[in-house]
Structures are given as C-alpha cells and as structure tokens.
C-alpha cells in the first residue's frame, strides 16, 4: 500500500470526545449494510497510524474483533442492547474505559453506527466518572460534539447512570479546579477546540480555545455549534 493510502483513511463520523485520548466513530468499514473488507483494513491502519491503543466495540455481536486482532490491535466487546436495561453493560464498561484511559490508552468506541444510543453511552460516562457531574450537563456536551440533539433512547441510557455501582474510591480524576458545565452563561465562550471527520481529517480551532479539564482528562468542547434538531 502506497502513496495517500498508506497511512489508512479516518473511520466515518470521527468525533473526539476526549481530545486525544477518546474518541468515537461508526463501525471501522461501515455500517452493516455499507460493510467494506477493504475499507475496514484501510481505517484500521488509520487507527494504527494515529496511535489508538485500543478498539472498543458495542455491536450486539462479535463483528470486525477478528480483524483487529488480525492488525494486532487490542480490543473490548461489550454488547449494548438493542432494548431493555443497559445496566449491566454500563456497569461493567465504565469502569474499564476509565481503567483504560488513566494508563494512557487512546480508544476508539463504536457501534455499528454514531448512533443516539453511542450519545447516550458517552454522556452517561462522562457523568459516572464526574468530568462532567450533573446529567443535563453531560447531556448538552455531547449534543454539541455530536451536532445534534439526543432523544429518547439516548436518553433513557443517561437516566441509568444514578443506578449504576459507583466508581471505586480514589479512582476518579482529581482536577484542579472544580470542572465547567456545559450549560453557556448569556454569553457563552469562544469556541474551542473541536476536531471531526468524515472522510477527511478538519479542524476547528478558535483563536481562543477553551477546554474542560479534569486531571489528565479534557473533554472538547464545541459550544459555539448549536446542536440540530433530530426532528
């Protein structure tokens, strides 16, 4: 493999979620019906080349496993329901993301699709481990990054996440100053760093880039982009 597809091409729908460290996308060479052998080994090798350390699949079944590994890649399958309670999913891929991110593994999280549902994961996450405490807040974070505004069933995942066991003490990142909601004041800041793909790599920097920090973690922020309207 030669020239501009060496370095692999960047997964549909590519969205930080935690600049340089999380991130989320469609399913590596499509959705089920869009499936492409050779798209996924060429994005596989992007995920590679930009030093993710880790692949973290939420489809239902086992589906692109076997060629991560195939590219030694590491993965993690936790099947998220299509219905019912997502409890004991959530309970058990909590706490392993954050495991995972404190050693310093960059991870891609996918289902088949950058679905409400992945929103609703995502949010509920970032409440659990208190980078961002209060779930209206994580909710309007990720409507920002994602673009667009979380119904239903991503919302009844976020609703979860009181239920869900706590993180072990000690375990969660201790910033230096208590963390900034999502929710603007009347006149929200500049834009900061967002970084999204679908198909090529952009950048959006503002001229002053702003960040919401907790220890080694920071969530990008995208503030200046009203969420669309599922509707």
Same mark, same amino acid.
């Given at each position: 493999?030669?020239?501009?597809?060496?370095?692999?091409?960047? $997964?549909?729908?590519?969205?930080?979620?935690?600049?340089?460290?999380?991130?989320?996308?469609?399913?590596?060479?499509?959705?089920?019906?869009?499936?492409?052998?050779?798209?996924?080994?060429?994005?596989?090798?992007?995920?590679?080349?930009?030093?993710?350390?880790?692949?973290?699949?939420?489809?239902? =079944?086992?589906?692109?496993?076997?060629?991560?590994?195939?590219?030694?890649?590491?993965?993690?399958?936790?099947?998220?329901?299509?219905?019912?309670?997502?409890?004991?999913?959530?309970?058990?891929?909590?706490?392993?993301?954050?495991?995972?991110?404190?050693?310093?593994?960059?991870?891609?999280?996918?289902?088949?699709?950058?679905?409400?549902?992945?929103?609703?994961?995502?949010?509920?996450?970032?409440?659990?481990?208190?980078?961002?405490?209060?779930? $209206?807040?994580?909710?309007?974070?990720?409507?920002?990054?994602?673009?667009?505004?979380?119904?239903?069933?991503?919302?009844?995942?976020?609703?979860?996440?009181?239920?869900?066991?706590?993180?072990?003490?000690?375990?969660?990142?201790?910033?230096?100053?208590?963390?900034?909601?999502?929710?603007?004041?009347?006149?929200?800041?500049?834009?900061?760093?967002?970084?999204?793909?679908?198909?090529?790599?952009?950048?959006?920097?503002?001229?002053?880039?702003?960040?919401?920090?907790?220890?080694?973690?920071?969530?990008?922020?995208?503030? =200046?982009?009203?969420?669309?309207?599922?509707?």
């Amino acid at each position: 493999m030669r020239g501009r597809w060496a370095a692999g091409i960047v $997964p549909r729908n590519f969205v930080w979620i935690i600049q340089d460290r999380f991130a989320v996308s469609e399913r590596p060479g499509g959705q089920t019906s869009q499936h492409r052998k050779v798209r996924r080994q060429e994005e596989i090798i992007w995920l590679k080349s930009q030093g993710f350390t880790r692949v973290v699949s939420l489809l239902p =079944s086992p589906h692109n496993l076997h060629a991560y590994d195939e590219r030694g890649l590491p993965s993690a399958h936790f099947s998220l329901p299509a219905g019912g309670d997502p409890k004991d999913v959530l309970d058990a891929l909590y706490p392993a993301l954050l495991g995972w991110l404190q050693s310093g593994d960059r991870i891609l999280m996918h289902q088949d699709e950058l679905s409400e549902r992945v929103s609703g994961v995502i949010a509920g996450f970032l409440c659990w481990c208190k980078v961002i405490p209060e779930l $209206p807040n994580a909710i309007v974070a990720v409507e920002r990054l994602m673009k667009r505004q979380m119904g239903a069933a991503g919302r009844s995942i976020v609703a979860v996440t009181p239920e869900l066991t706590p993180p072990p003490p000690g375990s969660l990142p201790q910033p230096s100053r208590p963390p900034a909601t999502a929710v603007p004041t009347a006149e929200p800041a500049t834009a900061p760093v967002a970084t999204e793909t679908t198909g090529k790599t952009k950048s959006a920097v503002a001229s002053k880039a702003t960040t919401k920090k907790a220890g080694k973690l920071t969530l990008v922020d995208n503030s =200046s982009k009203p969420a669309k309207s599922t509707k």
